[in-house]
């Protein structure tokens, strides 16, 4: 199997701390890396990773609050001092644009790359980047400006040859692409073998969804029905409920209920108040409610399975 994993790069909320820094993550499926929100010290956190930089296709920012944003244009200007040439896509809320294009004015003025900016529509469900082996879909959220979330589905891949097969019926190598894609194979005596028994079928597809800033939204499940992997925003435990409701956040407690509710195979935590010196509280009360619940760190590599 391919891998699917995330990259935690940042998972604090509103400020940096020397705990944690502001939100960002790398999503890796089958080779391809993607940055979601791309925070104050995205980059730092990036070397640390060990993630070449060159090998980021795109940058998707859930909403253009600083402390998902910040690190943006840092991170361009970064690229363009080590020689990056293929072009970076941004996907991002229109009001990005010209913000970006006056920093890259500034400071950005000789790249070497293109910077490709896709606006988003954050108050709809749509895919906005496909290809071959993965899609992207926005997830309309509730916060004080417009916000989205995504989900990253892998598209389903090819059935898997059976080595031993192939080797019994002395089959090509020329013709193994052809019985990926379905084709039986006829022996030179006459024999017909259905392709059913020459190949496994595919690994059933993986998929990621990433919840940032968002006010509880109780038919926010519909939209994540069966994701293996959810990171939700968890920026309070139940005793600053008030403050949740104040700011348009979650409550740890209320991201379980969403991942109970979509029926998920894990949920990971995050996007953290730095009022909490120890986020086990948060976890503690998640488990109460989603027992596959674990919390999110800088660092941390996730496989989506």
Request: hydrophobic fraction near 35%; glycine fraction near 6%; charged fraction near 20%.
């Amino acid at each position: 199997m391919e891998p699917f994993r995330v990259h935690v790069l940042g998972c604090g909320s509103a400020l940096p701390t020397l705990k944690h820094f502001s939100s960002a993550q790398v999503v890796e499926v089958r080779g391809k890396f993607f940055m979601v929100d791309c925070g104050e010290g995205t980059q730092i956190q990036l070397r640390r990773s060990g993630i070449n930089f060159n090998k980021l296709i795109a940058v998707f920012i859930t909403h253009l609050h600083g402390d998902h944003c910040f690190g943006l244009i840092g991170m361009i200007s970064t690229f363009g001092l080590l020689g990056r040439t293929a072009p970076l896509h941004v996907y991002a809320h229109e009001a990005l644009r010209p913000m970006l294009e006056s920093q890259m004015e500034m400071f950005c003025f000789s790249l070497g790359y293109e910077v490709v900016f896709h606006p988003i529509d954050t108050s709809s469900k749509n895919i906005v980047y496909s290809d071959r082996s993965v899609s992207v879909e926005t997830v309309p959220l509730n916060h004080r400006m417009p916000c989205c979330g995504f989900v990253f589905r892998e598209k389903e891949g090819m059935p898997h040859i059976r080595r031993e097969m192939i080797d019994f019926y002395k089959i090509p190598l020329s013709q193994i692409q052809n019985i990926k894609l379905g084709a039986d194979w006829t022996t030179d005596d006459g024999e017909h073998v259905p392709n059913s028994r020459l190949t496994i079928p595919a690994d059933s597809p993986r998929s990621y969804a990433y919840i940032s800033d968002t006010a509880y939204m109780d038919r926010l499940h519909e939209h994540l029905k069966g994701v293996n992997l959810l990171y939700h925003e968890s920026t309070y435990a139940s005793d600053n409920v008030e403050n949740a409701r104040k700011y348009n956040h979650s409550t740890a407690a209320e991201a379980a209920t969403v991942a109970r509710d979509a029926c998920v195979g894990q949920l990971m935590l995050g996007h953290y108040s730095s009022r909490y010196t120890d986020e086990k509280v948060l976890l503690d009360e998640a488990q109460k409610i989603f027992k596959n619940t674990i919390l999110s760190d800088e660092n941390l590599v996730v496989d989506v399975k």
